[in-house]
């Protein structure tokens, strides 16, 4: 058992603890333990326990009689070792955090808690030291604070981008030609665009900080616009081509088509609503006049071809017999130029008619079946290069506009023509589905791209890699779609690429 060598306490143990019991409980620590003697020159190391040997790498005898600060070798400039030094004069306890070295080197760093041990006449006899290697701690401790700083860094460099990025986006913002807004939740304003300040003839303080709903003379103040913009943020749905027709302050009747979205700017903002507020009055006015052109063009062509096939008919009741065959066929070929001049404007004309809501549906009831049958004949007796092969068929009368539903089928079936040039088959297949009937004409021709087929029933589109190749205006599935949901029926497509297209559409049996 270790000695307590010249190191004499004091009066006795208390509690009546033998000194041995006492001895054995310091040894038994995992704190490193020393004693100093402070009556002695140099203040002497007089006692250490087996855990500061272990903790410090030296052995006992390399320990007895040291003062203690051959533990910190040349590491002398210590702010610890000034706390120590201070603490010891002033006879106080103290508790620091201090580099140590070990025997072979190596720093581990020592919590130290030092406490004065005095006599019956209060003078300080010796100081006790329990020390406890927190290298590992400290280790952890000082990793965290590297990492804290390369984070802090990593911020600074974020913020940094996204500063630049804001400057970016707002130059964007700035110059794009159309009017901005950007709201907060409450559907405040919390900024503009140049543009927006512009067209509306309005200046930041009127706007800015307002209320979207109060803005000008209350022209977004619209009870359907706010139930959309109320599901923005929720439901991330934006708010697409909403169009305000409104007396607007400063200047005037305007037509505007309204478009709202919700940006987020990760780590700077959330949910915020962007809208963007195009002026579309001058286009609406120009396609408005396009749009009564080809109505009075398609009128005035219409006219002269009505009495030109009116005097080819005449002509042919007044021909004199013994005319050369030739004579005929160039006859036949005036007339067949003329019926197709005639379908041309009759296709313009639909249209006109459609865009000014013209279109009138008149309904009766009849067979169905029949009424595809005598399409599908009628167009293959124009046809020799393909055979319609025709399944299926529904067994009911229905109500609808029977001349309208031949010309949708005559469009479909003429499109499968055209676009199929390299194969001999059309199918067309009827069915009757709950209470609609329902037709497919279904082609293996040159198929439509991913991008054409949501476009193919708007007016005037026309595919872009074939437009050269086949001729046409654009104009026939825009009235067939037209046709099909004035009878509150749907009419779609499925396609693929050089395999071919299959149009569909149903109607209610029943109007
Ligand atoms: P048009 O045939 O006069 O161009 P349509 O309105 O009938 O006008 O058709 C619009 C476009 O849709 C066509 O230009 C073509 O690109 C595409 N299309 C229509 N039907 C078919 C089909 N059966 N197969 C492939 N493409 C088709």
Redesign the pocket.
């Known amino acids: 058992m270790r000695s307590i060598d010249n190191f004499t306490f004091q009066g006795a143990p208390s509690r009546g603890l033998s000194f041995e019991l006492l001895f054995s409980a310091l040894n038994a620590s995992v704190s490193g333990i020393i004693i100093t003697d402070n009556q002695q020159p140099d203040n002497p190391i007089i006692y250490c326990n087996e855990a500061f040997e272990k903790i410090s790498g030296y052995t006992r005898s390399e320990i007895i009689g040291h003062n203690c600060r051959f533990l910190q070798g040349k590491d002398r400039a210590q702010k610890a070792r000034q706390l120590i030094a201070e603490a010891v004069k002033n006879e106080e306890t103290c508790r620091v955090e201090i580099r140590n070295y070990r025997k072979n080197g190596d720093l581990f760093w020592n919590e130290l808690f030092m406490a004065p041990v005095k006599d019956k006449g209060g003078s300080v006899t010796h100081f006790i030291g329990v020390q406890n290697d927190i290298t590992l701690r400290k280790k952890a401790e000082l990793e965290l604070i590297e990492q804290k700083a390369v984070m802090e860094e990593q911020v600074k460099e974020r913020t940094a981008k996204l500063r630049e990025s804001e400057a970016f986006l707002s130059s964007i913002i700035q110059t794009v030609r159309e009017s901005l807004l950007v709201l907060d939740p409450d559907f405040k304003v919390i900024s503009a665009n140049d543009h927006f300040f512009k067209t509306f003839k309005v200046n930041s303080q009127e706007t800015l900080g307002k209320l979207l709903y109060d803005l000008g003379n209350g022209q977004w103040n619209i009870e359907k616009l706010k139930e959309l913009l109320v599901k923005i943020l929720p439901t991330n749905n934006p708010v697409l081509d909403f169009e305000v027709e409104h007396e607007f302050p400063h200047i005037g009747k305007k037509l505007m088509l309204l478009n709202a979205y919700r940006i987020e700017l990760e780590g700077q903002y959330k949910d915020r609503i962007l809208i963007a507020i195009e002026d579309i009055t001058e286009r609406r006015e120009i396609e408005r006049r396009k749009d009564d052109f080809l109505s009075i063009a398609s009128h005035e062509l219409k006219t002269p071809l009505t009495s030109i096939k009116g005097f080819m008919q005449m002509l042919k009741r007044l021909q004199p017999s013994g005319l050369p065959e030739q004579y005929h066929a160039i006859f036949e070929k005036v007339n067949l130029s003329i019926d197709r001049l005639n379908g041309l404007i009759t296709d313009l004309l639909d249209v006109s008619r459609i865009q000014s809501g013209n279109i009138e549906i008149h309904k009766d009831t009849f067979n169905f079946d029949k009424m595809v049958m005598d399409a599908v004949d009628q167009m293959q007796s124009l046809s020799s290069s393909h055979k319609i092969i025709c399944t299926g068929s529904t067994g009911v009368m229905v109500t609808a506009d029977e001349q309208q539903l031949v010309q949708v089928l005559n469009?479909l079936l003429a499109?499968?023509i055209?676009?199929?040039p390299h194969s001999s088959e059309i199918f067309v297949h009827i069915s009757k589905v709950s209470d609609y009937v329902k037709v497919s004409v279904r082609?293996t021709?040159?198929?439509?791209n991913l991008e054409?087929q949501q476009r193919?029933f708007q007016r005037f589109?026309?595919?872009a890699e074939?437009?050269k190749k086949?001729?046409?205006?654009?104009?026939?599935?825009?009235v067939c779609e037209q046709i099909i949901k004035n009878h509150n029926g749907t009419i779609w497509l499925e396609?693929e690429k050089n395999h071919?297209?299959t149009?569909n559409f149903t109607i209610p049996i029943e109007p």
């Open positions: 469009n499109n499968a055209k676009y199929s082609d021709g040159v198929g439509i054409d193919v589109f026309r595919g074939f437009q086949f001729a046409g205006m654009g104009i026939g599935l825009y396609s071919g297209s149009f």
